[in-house]
């Protein structure tokens, strides 16, 4: 016993230290487990969760940030930020630390919060990977944006996050999870730690951005119409002035005949007059009937695109300015 008493102080000493390194360890999991201790996810939460298929570990990381749906202003105070050159729909505080996602409340928009949910949940995915798995996942979804991407609203949206100077390669991670239906093999193998089904989070996706495309679709239509139509119409107003203008010419002879007393230049003047004014009035009424068909077509399309910028603005926590309308 006397070698105890001598080595006790050393061999406390190194069960410290051994303590010490286990908690350095599993720090990740102990930190998670007291964030989680007392946590029940509410069930628009766990139903968001449910929704894009997360897997067990995928919730684990959604769960430990405390996730809520919320309202405009109190969406804005935890995320709306000014030099957002797009619509905020969630944000995503660091390890932990929280993720808020905006309550989009137009029936035409389901899916938004699904795909929202999946997208911030990947932000904390990617910060719990090890810098060797960092550089191997980042390297293939370098390649793939630069060299298997096809989507071009996807690269406008990571465009735009360069601009911003936002972490690119942490906003592929999350967009290419949550919005690309075609992703290279090994990219799917990858993210099938995070969901059993990614293509449902797609599919929500594509279902709201098929709102806004089959709008901007229609708009082009109108758009195109309203252009043909214009050119139409200015044609035959033109036309008309020239048959009026004839018209004119031609009853000043008429005139011309009576005061004559010329019969016969008069009956065939008239009757060459008459011709004249029944095609000038046919095409009046076809140019009427275009301006008809012209102004309801602009209501038509001015109601279309009311629509989009109601949907932009449901989007969007921040004020929104009216769109301007077709003339």
């Known amino acids: 016993m ?28 102990i930190a998670d487990w007291w964030k989680l201790r007392n946590y029940t996810a509410p069930a628009d939460i766990a139903n968001l969760a449910t929704d894009t298929t997360m897997t067990g570990y995928a919730k684990h990381l959604f769960y430990v940030n405390h996730p ?21 729909l969630g944000c995503y505080h660091g390890n932990r630390r929280g993720i808020y996602l905006y309550a989009v409340t137009d029936s035409r928009l389901d899916g938004v919060r699904q795909v929202t949910a999946a997208h911030e949940m990947l932000h904390q995915a990617y910060d719990r990977l090890s810098t060797k798995e960092r550089k191997r996942v980042d390297k293939m979804l370098e390649d793939f944006y630069n060299s298997g991407l096809t989507e071009q609203d996807v690269k406008t949206k990571i465009e735009s996050y360069k601009k911003q100077g936002a972490d690119t390669v942490n906003e592929m991670h999350s967009i290419f999870g949550s919005e690309v239906r ?4 090994a990219l799917e193998t990858y993210y099938k730690q ?62 011309q005949d009576v005061s004559d007393q010329n019969q016969s230049e008069y009956n065939a003047d008239v009757q060459t007059y008459n011709a004249l004014v029944e095609a000038y009035n046919a095409e009046l009424a076809q140019t009427r009937s275009l301006i008809e068909q012209y102004n309801n077509i602009v209501n038509e399309r001015n109601d279309i695109a009311v629509q989009e910028q109601q949907l932009q603005e449901a989007l969007d926590s921040r004020l929104s300015t009216p769109s301007q309308k077709q003339e």
Do not use: M
């Open 182 to 185: 075609n992703l290279p093999p």
């Open 194 to 255: 995070y969901f059993t089904d990614r293509l449902k989070i797609v599919g929500y996706s594509e279902s709201y951005q098929a709102e806004f495309t089959r709008r901007k679709e229609l708009v082009t239509q109108y758009d195109t119409q309203l252009a043909d139509l214009k050119t139409k119409i200015n044609d035959n107003k033109s036309d008309l002035s020239t048959k009026l203008k004839d018209l004119k010419s031609r009853e000043k002879e008429i005139n």
């Open 2 to 29: 006397k070698w105890l008493r001598r080595f006790w102080p050393y061999i406390v000493l190194a069960l410290l230290v051994a303590g010490n390194a286990t908690v350095w360890v599993e720090r990740q999991q």
């Open 68 to 88: 809520v749906l919320e309202g405009k202003q109190a969406f804005n105070d935890h995320c709306a930020d000014k030099s957002e050159e797009t619509a905020v």
